[in-house]
């Protein structure tokens, strides 16, 4: 278990409203991750951040930002939420200690998000 | 750009029969290669990663995949599979180019469904 929690886990809300998303990890890994999964797309990256206040673009990033004020904590924001990021969002770390290239992820149990 | 290619999206099989998921990827340069399984509503398992060293890896489950350079492909295969096995499976690579070294690109999933 890679100690990462997801919050939350469901949410529904409306075109135009504001979304936080929230990943929590306890074990002070470097890297973290946030991804999309949608049917026929696999998990595509949004965006990811190399430690506190480093940040960079995903392949999907538009309509998205990211703030990592903390080592534990990787937000991801939905300014004005759309139908097309109704999707299923999984954050993810890379293990510290292991070549930041070489090293598989592990995923958190993802946030089902509706936009109606 | 990396890009990650899984031929079927769908694979029903028999219970007990032996399966192979085929996973083709994009980079000509050294790359990191890895299976992920999802059950239904859960998050990304790692199955099995290639990082160098011999060709063949073998994974949790009973799964194994093989790296095959000249053809670009690491398909990941199973010699007599269980009603269990049922999920989706992800094929990813990571490194190649400078730019992506560090990001893991997913490809679009095979979904494995085993039939009594």
């Known amino acids: 278990d890679a100690g990462i929690t997801q919050s939350p886990r469901h949410k529904v809300t409306e075109t135009g409203t504001p979304v936080t998303l929230r990943c929590h990890q306890t074990?002070?890994?470097?890297?973290m991750y946030w991804y999309r999964q949608d049917p026929g797309h696999g998990l595509r990256l949004i965006h990811y951040?190399?430690?506190?206040?480093?940040?960079d673009k995903g392949e999907v990033s538009d309509g998205y930002s990211v703030s990592r004020s903390k080592t534990e904590d990787f937000l991801l924001t939905l300014e004005s939420a759309t139908s097309s990021q109704t999707s299923v969002y999984f954050c993810a770390i890379s293990v510290a200690g292991l070549s930041s290239y070489n090293s598989p992820l592990h995923f958190g149990n993802g946030t089902r998000l509706t936009v109606t | 750009a990396q890009s990650v290619t899984q031929l079927d999206s769908q694979v029903p099989v028999f219970e007990e029969a032996p399966v192979e998921l085929r996973c083709n990827y994009s980079?000509?340069?050294?790359?990191?290669l890895f299976w992920y399984v999802q059950y239904p509503n859960q998050g990304l398992q790692l199955l099995l990663k290639y990082l160098s060293g011999s060709t063949l890896v073998k994974g949790i489950n009973g799964f194994e995949a093989e790296f095959n350079k000249s053809q670009t492909s690491f398909h990941l295969r199973k010699p007599s599979v269980h009603i269990s096995d049922t999920a989706e499976y992800f094929c990813a690579v990571k490194g190649g180019d400078s730019g992506s070294a560090r990001q893991l690109t997913f490809g679009s999933g095979t979904q494995l469904t085993v039939l009594p």
């Open positions: 074990e002070n890994h470097r890297y």
């Open positions: 980079s000509s340069v050294s790359v990191y």
């Open positions: 951040s190399y430690g506190v206040k480093d940040t």
